[in-house]
Structure formats: structure tokens, C-alpha cells
């Protein structure tokens, strides 16, 4: 096969250099870090070398992006993307993709998800669409629990996050933007109405973090499992530490003053302040994800440090599966 690079697109984000730095020493001379900004591509491919190499894309402009995929492999995309261009672009293609991005819930149930599905199978592309923590290592362990129970019908999945951890600009923005915003969530076989940071049980994570409240928020996972596992419910929760900053914003969501953190020019400015922080000591997350089938039930967990360095090892996982053959079917 002639193409064989490893396209990161947004590789110089916070996320995106840790995929680069993952793969670039088993992959060496074939991961390309890219983004609208080539000196800052170039220049975070000198710091994961290993031969990695900087490439300018514009995922908003066609053009750019076929000029990027020339002799790729499989894409990676780890930022936002109107219309989904580089995703298109990829399946016209037939590559390997895989992305780690939030908004992913509007694929769900309605057609952009069945014109994917529809299109990967005339095209032979192998798509892996949300991979990183939420989407992504919770799908590996919901699939693990419903292979033991012998399918699922019910899926509950909790994360939480340390508002002192390492995020990117792009991502923090996300997290501001979501409380003035409503979503469907799945009950019953049905969609349910709501709201980001409303409705919080308490979920019990494992020692020593404890109980923790868990607020309704749009995780892609509540829509695509209806999909791929024909669940009758499935909900997606995020809990925040430090507890106060979670019922700030469950607040501003009762009173509507999240609309105004959720104007972009407020949202920029935060994130610009947080853009490559370092974590700081303790921070942490967690990831609960329950599975029911009839009368049984199981869970499963996952605690660990610096939750990109997560996101970023998940997202690694699928790319070497991709890149070594190991998804040989096509399909999405």
C-alpha cells in the first residue's frame, strides 16, 4: 500500500500531541501533525519526532483537505468540524478514520448517521466514530459488560472531571457551552427531553473518591447506543471536582444565566486562559459505566491522572487497530 501516513488533524492541540507522541516512535517517518497554523504544526512535530512531520489543513475548506489526505492512511481528527468535511472526505476515500470530538450527539438517531453508515459501505472506509474517554474507553467497557449479560437494556455512564486538569481551549469551551443547551436523552425506547446539570443522583465512584453528584450532559454515548445496542435507556452524566464549581453551574442552568457564559467571545477568552495548562497535583478523573439486562446488572471502572493523556491513549488504541489491519471489514 502506498499510503501509508497517519494524519492527526489538530495535532498540535492538547490532545492531538499526546495521539502524535503515542504512535510517532511505533510508526516512525509516518504520523503528520496538522492544522490551520504550519509553524505550529512543524513545530510540534520537531518536539514528538521520530521523523513526525507538520502539514497544513484547513478543515473548513475541501481544497485543503484533499491536498492533506494525499497519501494517508487513516485520519485522525481531534478538533470540531462544520459539516464534517475531513470525515467525508476520508469515507470518499475509503481510509481509516477515527475522531476524538464532542459534538457527536447530533449524529444519533436521525439521518447523518444513517447516510454514514450507508456511505462506509460503498466506499470501504472503516470508520471509528468518538474515541477518547466519553465516547471511546466507556464504549470498550459497556461492550464487556453486555457481552457477560448476554446484551444490555439498560447503560448509565458518569464521568468525572477535575476543573484543575490539563484541557484545550476547544475543549473547555465545550463543557461552558453545554449548559444553556437542551438535548434529548433516551428512556424508556424513547427521547426524553432535558437539560445540561440538572437531575443529579449521587454515583458512587471508587475509593478514594467516593460518592459524587452526576449532572445530565450530552455525551454522544446516549445516542449512538440505541443504535449499536438496541438499549431501551441510556444516560450520560458528568460530575465535577471541585463539588461547588458543579453547583454553580447547575444554578446558572435553573436560572438561565449560563447564556451568558455561553456567548463565544466569553468562551474564547476563558479557554485562551487554559490553553496548555499543566495539571496540577491531584487532579484526576473517574469513569462508572452500569450496565443492566432484565434482572442482572454489572459495572465498571476506571481511575486514573491527567484525563487528555486518557482521551489520547483511547484514540492511539483505535488508530494502531486501524493502521495494522485489525478492523479489516469496512463499516462505521
Same mark, same amino acid.
Given at each position: 500500500?502506498? @499510503? =501509508?501516513?497517519?494524519?492527526?488533524?489538530?495535532?498540535?492541540?492538547?490532545?492531538?500531541?499526546?495521539?502524535?507522541?503515542?504512535? &510517532?516512535?511505533?510508526?516512525?517517518?509516518?504520523?503528520?501533525?496538522?492544522?490551520?497554523?504550519?509553524?505550529?504544526?512543524?513545530?510540534?512535530?520537531?518536539?514528538?519526532?521520530?521523523?513526525?512531520?507538520?502539514? *497544513?489543513? @484547513?478543515? $473548513?475548506?475541501?481544497?485543503?483537505?484533499?491536498?492533506?489526505?494525499?497519501?494517508?492512511?487513516?485520519?485522525?481528527?481531534?478538533?470540531? =468540524?462544520?459539516?464534517?468535511?475531513?470525515?467525508?472526505?476520508?469515507? *470518499?476515500?475509503?481510509?481509516?478514520? %477515527? @475522531?476524538?470530538?464532542?459534538?457527536? $450527539?447530533?449524529?444519533?438517531?436521525?439521518?447523518?448517521?444513517?447516510?454514514?453508515?450507508? /456511505?462506509?459501505? /460503498?466506499?470501504?472506509?472503516?470508520?471509528?466514530?468518538? %474515541?477518547?474517554?466519553?465516547?471511546?474507553?466507556?464504549?470498550?467497557?459497556?461492550?464487556?459488560?453486555?457481552?457477560?449479560?448476554?446484551?444490555? @437494556?439498560?447503560?448509565? %455512564?458518569?464521568?468525572?472531571?477535575?476543573?484543575?486538569?490539563?484541557?484545550?481551549?476547544?475543549? +473547555?469551551?465545550?463543557?461552558?457551552?453545554? !449548559?444553556?443547551?437542551?438535548?434529548?436523552?433516551?428512556?424508556?425506547?424513547?427521547?426524553?427531553?432535558?437539560?445540561?446539570? $440538572?437531575?443529579?443522583?449521587?454515583? =458512587? +465512584? !471508587? !475509593?478514594?473518591?467516593?460518592?459524587?453528584?452526576?449532572?445530565?450532559?450530552?455525551?454522544?454515548?446516549?445516542?449512538?447506543?440505541?443504535?449499536?445496542?438496541?438499549?431501551?435507556?441510556?444516560? $450520560?452524566?458528568?460530575?465535577?471536582?471541585?463539588?461547588?464549581?458543579?453547583?454553580?453551574?447547575?444554578?446558572?442552568?435553573?436560572?438561565?444565566?449560563?447564556?451568558?457564559?455561553?456567548?463565544?467571545?466569553?468562551?474564547?477568552?476563558?479557554?485562551?486562559?487554559?490553553?496548555?495548562?499543566?495539571?496540577?497535583?491531584?487532579?484526576?478523573?473517574?469513569?462508572?459505566?452500569?450496565?443492566?439486562?432484565?434482572?442482572?446488572?454489572?459495572?465498571?471502572?476506571?481511575?486514573?491522572?491527567?484525563? /487528555?493523556?486518557? &482521551?489520547?491513549?483511547? #484514540? /492511539?488504541?483505535?488508530?494502531?487497530?486501524?493502521?495494522?489491519?485489525?478492523?479489516?471489514?469496512?463499516? #462505521?
Amino acid at each position: 500500500m502506498n @499510503d =501509508q501516513d497517519i494524519l492527526i488533524a489538530g495535532g498540535y492541540g492538547v490532545v492531538g500531541e499526546r495521539i502524535a507522541a503515542e504512535l &510517532a516512535p511505533d510508526y516512525p517517518g509516518r504520523i503528520v501533525i496538522a492544522g490551520r497554523n504550519l509553524e505550529r504544526a512543524e513545530e510540534a512535530a520537531g518536539t514528538v519526532g521520530h521523523g513526525t512531520r507538520g502539514r *497544513r489543513i @484547513d478543515i $473548513t475548506d475541501p481544497a485543503s483537505i484533499s491536498d492533506a489526505l494525499i497519501g494517508v492512511a487513516v485520519a485522525v481528527s481531534c478538533i470540531d =468540524q462544520p459539516g464534517r468535511k475531513l470525515l467525508w472526505a476520508a469515507l *470518499r476515500r475509503g481510509l481509516g478514520y %477515527t @475522531d476524538v470530538a464532542p459534538h457527536l $450527539t447530533e449524529l444519533g438517531r436521525g439521518s447523518d448517521y444513517d447516510n454514514i453508515v450507508a /456511505a462506509e459501505r /460503498a466506499s470501504r472506509a472503516r470508520l471509528v466514530l468518538g %474515541t477518547g474517554i466519553v465516547p471511546g474507553i466507556s464504549n470498550v467497557m459497556v461492550r464487556a459488560l453486555a457481552d457477560v449479560l448476554g446484551g444490555a @437494556d439498560e447503560i448509565d %455512564t458518569a464521568l468525572l472531571l477535575n476543573a484543575s486538569d490539563i484541557s484545550g481551549a476547544a475543549s +473547555f469551551d465545550y463543557f461552558l457551552q453545554e !449548559p444553556s443547551m437542551t438535548f434529548a436523552t433516551w428512556a424508556d425506547g424513547g427521547d426524553q427531553p432535558a437539560r445540561a446539570f $440538572t437531575d443529579p443522583p449521587v454515583v =458512587q +465512584f !471508587p !475509593p478514594p473518591i467516593g460518592g459524587h453528584y452526576a449532572y445530565l450532559f450530552p455525551f454522544s454515548d446516549q445516542v449512538l447506543y440505541p443504535c449499536t445496542l438496541a438499549v431501551r435507556t441510556a444516560v $450520560t452524566r458528568l460530575a465535577i471536582e471541585p463539588a461547588w464549581l458543579a453547583n454553580v453551574l447547575s444554578i446558572m442552568t435553573r436560572t438561565g444565566a449560563s447564556r451568558l457564559v455561553a456567548v463565544d467571545w466569553v468562551c474564547h477568552a476563558i479557554g485562551r486562559t487554559r490553553r496548555d495548562r499543566p495539571s496540577t497535583q491531584g487532579a484526576r478523573f473517574a469513569l462508572r459505566v452500569d450496565v443492566r439486562r432484565g434482572s442482572h446488572s454489572r459495572y465498571a471502572t476506571l481511575v486514573s491522572c491527567t484525563q /487528555a493523556d486518557a &482521551a489520547a491513549a483511547g #484514540a /492511539a488504541g483505535v488508530v494502531r487497530l486501524l493502521v495494522e489491519g485489525r478492523i479489516p471489514e469496512p463499516g #462505521a
